[in-house]
C-alpha cells in the first residue's frame, strides 16, 4: 500500500471490513485501514514494542481458531506498515463508533500517533454515535460532519487510557473513572463496560454472564436468539458472535456449569449441520446457575476463573472484581 498513491488520496482507519466496504464505496480518492481486533477479548498486557503486541493478539485470535496463524500474523503485520506510511496520506481520518469494541481500538491508535508525532498534522477524528456497520452508502456520509482535527488533549487522554487498561493490575483503569474524560466522550462509559466484565462482587460473575442467565430464565432458550437479546440489554452493543459463543461455552463448561444442553462446542471450522445444532440448543440454568442468578452462589467460589481484561490476567488466586452498586474495584482478598 502506498508506493502507487496518487496525490491527494486520504487514509480512513476503521473498525472493520463492514465499515470500511461502506466508507470505500462512499468516499473517492481515498484508502481505507480496517483495524480487526477484539481488544475486549484477551491478553493486552504492556509489550515492548507495537509490533511485540500485534504478534501476541496474531497468536491469541490463532488460539481460538479464528483464523490461520501465519494469514493472521501476515494481516497484523500489513495493518502496522499500513498506519506507519500514514505520512503518504494528505489526511488520515479516524472513523469509529462509541461502543467498547470501537473505543478501545480508536485508544490504541491515538496512543500510537501520541509516541510518533510526525506527520499528525492532518489527523482527523470522527465519533459516530451510531453503528456504521449499519449504515449504507449514503448514511454513513452524514457522520463526515462530526469530523475534527485530533487535539492533544485527546492524544494524551487516550495514551494514558491505553497504558491503564494493559496494566497487570486494573487500578488504572478503574481510576480513570474519578477523571474528566470530556475530551472522548464515549470512552467512559467504555471504560465502565470493561471493568463490568470482572467478576462481580457477590456474584462472581461477568455482566454478559449476568445477562445470559437473565435471558434464559426468562425463557430466552435458543443461542440464536440470546445473542439478540443480551445485545438489547447493553447501552452500546459491542461484542461479535464469536466472542458470545466463547462466554456460552465457558458457562457450559466443568464442575461450575451455569447452564445445561447446549448442543456442542463452537468453532468456526464447525460443519454447517453443527452450527445449526449449536444455535438451536434449548438452554436452560444448572442448580448452580439458578442459585448465582438468585444471589444464593458466589459463582467465583465454584469456576475456574482464566481470562483477561486488558493486561489483568485474572485467575481464582488474582481474583479482582466489580462492585456494579458502588462503581468500585475490589482488590483480591
Given at each position: 500500500?502506498?508506493?502507487?498513491?496518487?496525490?491527494?488520496?486520504?487514509?480512513?482507519?476503521?473498525?472493520?471490513?463492514?465499515?470500511?466496504?461502506?466508507?470505500r464505496?462512499?468516499?473517492?480518492?481515498?484508502?481505507?485501514?480496517?483495524?480487526?481486533?477484539v481488544?475486549?477479548?484477551?491478553?493486552?498486557?504492556?509489550?515492548?514494542?507495537?509490533?511485540?503486541?500485534?504478534?501476541?493478539?496474531?497468536?491469541?485470535?490463532?488460539?481460538?481458531?479464528?483464523?490461520?496463524?501465519?494469514?493472521?500474523?501476515?494481516?497484523?503485520?500489513?495493518?502496522?506498515?499500513?498506519?506507519?506510511?500514514?505520512?503518504?496520506?494528505?489526511?488520515?481520518?479516524?472513523?469509529?463508533?462509541h461502543?467498547?469494541?470501537?473505543?478501545?481500538?480508536?485508544?490504541?491508535?491515538?496512543?500510537?500517533?501520541?509516541?510518533?508525532?510526525?506527520?499528525?498534522?492532518?489527523?482527523?477524528?470522527?465519533?459516530?454515535?451510531d453503528f456504521?456497520?449499519?449504515?449504507?452508502?449514503?448514511?454513513?456520509?452524514?457522520?463526515k460532519?462530526?469530523?475534527?482535527?485530533?487535539?492533544?488533549?485527546?492524544?494524551?487522554?487516550?495514551?494514558?487510557?491505553?497504558?491503564?487498561?494493559?496494566?497487570?493490575?486494573?487500578?488504572?483503569?478503574?481510576?480513570?473513572?474519578?477523571?474528566?474524560?470530556?475530551?472522548?466522550?464515549?470512552?467512559?462509559?467504555?471504560?465502565?463496560?470493561?471493568?463490568?466484565?470482572?467478576?462481580?462482587?457477590?456474584?462472581?460473575?461477568?455482566?454478559?454472564?449476568?445477562?445470559?442467565?437473565?435471558?434464559?430464565n426468562?425463557?430466552?432458550?435458543?443461542?440464536?436468539?440470546?445473542?439478540?437479546?443480551?445485545?438489547?440489554?447493553?447501552?452500546?452493543?459491542?461484542?461479535?458472535?464469536?466472542?458470545?459463543?466463547?462466554?456460552?461455552?465457558?458457562?457450559?463448561?466443568?464442575?461450575?456449569?451455569?447452564?445445561?444442553?447446549?448442543?456442542?462446542?463452537?468453532?468456526?471450522?464447525?460443519?454447517?449441520?453443527?452450527?445449526?445444532?449449536?444455535?438451536?440448543?434449548?438452554?436452560?440454568?444448572?442448580?448452580?446457575?439458578?442459585?448465582?442468578?438468585?444471589?444464593?452462589?458466589?459463582?467465583?467460589?465454584?469456576?475456574?476463573?482464566?481470562?483477561?481484561?486488558g493486561?489483568?490476567?485474572?485467575?481464582?488466586?488474582?481474583?479482582?472484581?466489580?462492585?456494579?452498586?458502588?462503581?468500585?474495584?475490589?482488590?483480591?482478598?
Amino acid at each position: 500500500m502506498g508506493q502507487s498513491l496518487q496525490q491527494g488520496y486520504d487514509l480512513i482507519i476503521t473498525n472493520g471490513d463492514s465499515a470500511g466496504e461502506l466508507l470505500r464505496k462512499a468516499f473517492t480518492s481515498t484508502e481505507v485501514l480496517p483495524w480487526r481486533d477484539v481488544l475486549h477479548d484477551g491478553p493486552v498486557p504492556l509489550t515492548g514494542t507495537f509490533e511485540e503486541l500485534s504478534e501476541l493478539r496474531a497468536d491469541f485470535l490463532a488460539e481460538r481458531n479464528w483464523g490461520d496463524p501465519d494469514i493472521l500474523r501476515e494481516n497484523f503485520q500489513a495493518r502496522d506498515r499500513g498506519l506507519a506510511h500514514h505520512e503518504l496520506f494528505e489526511t488520515v481520518t479516524l472513523w469509529f463508533e462509541h461502543d467498547l469494541y470501537d473505543q478501545l481500538q480508536l485508544i490504541q491508535i491515538l496512543d500510537w500517533f501520541h509516541e510518533n508525532p510526525g506527520g499528525r498534522e492532518g489527523l482527523r477524528l470522527v465519533q459516530a454515535d451510531d453503528f456504521l456497520g449499519t449504515q449504507n452508502e449514503q448514511s454513513i456520509v452524514k457522520f463526515k460532519d462530526k469530523s475534527n482535527s485530533v487535539s492533544d488533549e485527546q492524544l494524551s487522554l487516550a495514551s494514558a487510557a491505553w497504558a491503564a487498561f494493559r496494566q497487570s493490575e486494573p487500578a488504572d483503569l478503574s481510576a480513570l473513572l474519578k477523571q474528566d474524560l470530556a475530551a472522548l466522550p464515549y470512552l467512559e462509559q467504555a471504560i465502565l463496560r470493561m471493568l463490568q466484565e470482572l467478576p462481580g462482587a457477590k456474584s462472581g460473575l461477568a455482566r454478559t454472564q449476568h445477562q445470559i442467565l437473565l435471558a434464559i430464565n426468562e425463557g430466552i432458550r435458543e443461542p440464536r436468539k440470546l445473542f439478540g437479546a443480551v445485545e438489547k440489554m447493553e447501552e452500546a452493543a459491542f461484542m461479535g458472535d464469536w466472542s458470545f459463543w466463547v462466554w456460552l461455552d465457558g458457562m457450559a463448561a466443568g464442575p461450575g456449569a451455569l447452564i445445561e444442553q447446549l448442543e456442542g462446542r463452537f468453532s468456526p471450522e464447525m460443519g454447517e449441520d453443527e452450527f445449526k445444532a449449536y444455535v438451536a440448543s434449548s438452554l436452560r440454568l444448572t442448580a448452580l446457575g439458578l442459585q448465582v442468578l438468585g444471589g444464593g452462589a458466589d459463582y467465583a467460589e465454584t469456576a475456574r476463573i482464566d481470562r483477561w481484561i486488558g493486561g489483568t490476567h485474572l485467575t481464582s488466586n488474582n481474583l479482582w472484581r466489580w462492585d456494579n452498586q458502588k462503581n468500585e474495584l475490589v482488590a483480591p482478598a
